[in-house]
């Protein structure tokens, strides 16, 4: 099963919208839980649209200690994630089917690969 992690700011209502087109490119995945963390001025507005559309369990978090990013994140990494995890970053999308993301995510497991860069190929 795959956990959802993320560790976002959403200060604007450009990443608001950002977020929820992401989010509903794969919401309905095999998805075991979410753990979610939210900083910025929208925050409360994104954690309200999350627990209205999460269907799974979920955790959401709204850390922003002075330590900063890295040490909430650390925080965050505890009993709640499952052996898989998917790093959401708010503002990309899934173009391909549920379907597709599920095979993926199957492969990785069957494979026993560690890690899987969904984004960002260019680098």
């Given amino acids: 099963m795959l956990t959802i992690f993320a560790n976002f700011r959403i200060d604007s209502t450009e990443r608001l919208e950002n977020m929820k087109r992401s989010f509903f490119s794969f919401h309905n995945a095999n998805i075991k839980n979410w753990v ?13 649209f999350l627990e209205k559309n999460i269907t799974q369990n979920f955790k959401i978090f709204m850390y922003n200690s002075s330590n ?10 505890s009993n709640y994630l499952s052996d ?21 995510i199957e492969k ?16």
Avoid: M, P
């Fill in 36 to 48: 979610l963390n939210i900083r910025g001025d929208k925050k409360n507005e994104a954690k309200e």
């Fill in 68 to 77: 900063g990013w890295f040490y909430d994140t650390k925080n965050l990494c």
């Fill in 84 to 104: 898989y995890i998917f790093c959401w970053n708010e503002d990309h999308v899934n173009v391909n089917t549920i379907e597709k993301f599920d095979y993926f």
């Fill in 108 to 123: 990785i497991k069957k494979n026993n690969i560690d890690q899987f860069i969904y984004s960002w190929f260019h680098l």
